[in-house]
């Protein structure tokens, strides 16, 4: 376990992984701000984050830069800023904090999911679905910042489409699963095959 951790910690230098990491120093900074009461602030902060986000893929894949702490840690730093934000925006009172449940226990349920597949030495990263739902919760918390015109205007579309995000994240998972099963079979037939141990024994 540890030689896989010491593997993943390997060779992260560089611009995609760098973004990665400035994502996850711009959570406590959008906290602060947002608690300070600045929200345009905080919406900048935000949307900073969602750009680093967008160039660090675009980069890590025309670079040929793509390593498994970027596979790891790249949706990591998106679900972090994502549920700090609808946290921020549950205590003002925003969103529904039905909708954040169901949000936290699904990303409690993949990252012990993640954590267990990287004791088996496998790394899975974000499906298609995770990648719109990310998407349209980055949608929903921009409009959530205008939550009063849109409320006025009679169209609360931050939480419609909070709830489409909901929806497209359970799909995700869901798939995360399916995905994390085959690749344990898959590895489980190979070790019968060379008459090795199981992955993770």
């Given at each position: 376990?540890?030689?896989?951790?010491?593997?993943?910690?390997t060779g992260i230098w560089n611009i995609p992984n760098v973004l990665t990491i400035i994502r996850l120093i711009l959570v406590p900074v959008f906290v602060a701000v947002f608690r300070a009461g600045h929200p345009r602030i905080?919406?900048?902060?935000?949307?900073?984050?969602?750009?680093?986000?967008?160039?660090?893929g675009i980069l890590a894949r025309k670079?040929?830069?793509?390593?498994d702490f970027g596979k790891l840690f790249d949706p990591l730093a998106d679900k972090l800023m994502v549920l700090t934000a609808l946290f921020c925006q549950g205590t003002a009172g925003v969103f529904p904090w039905e909708?954040?449940?169901?949000v936290l226990f699904k990303e409690l349920f993949m990252m012990?999911?993640?954590?267990?597949?990287?004791?088996?030495?496998v790394v899975v990263s974000a499906n298609y679905f995770g990648k719109v739902a990310t998407v349209c919760f980055i949608i929903s918390l921009i409009l959530s910042f205008f939550h009063r015109e849109l409320a006025e205007w009679g169209r609360p579309l931050d939480q419609y489409m909070l709830w489409i995000s909901v929806g497209l994240s359970i799909q995700a998972m869901l798939a995360y699963v399916a995905q994390s099963w085959k690749k344990?079979?898959?590895m489980k037939d190979?070790?019968?095959?060379?008459?090795?141990?199981d992955p993770g024994d």
């Open positions: 376990m540890k030689d896989r951790i010491r593997k993943l910690f905080a919406l900048g902060v935000f949307c900073l984050a969602s750009l680093t986000d967008m160039a660090d670079l040929n830069q793509i390593t909708a954040i449940g169901i012990v999911g993640s954590v267990y597949m990287l004791g088996k030495g344990i079979r898959s190979e070790s019968r095959k060379t008459g090795q141990a």
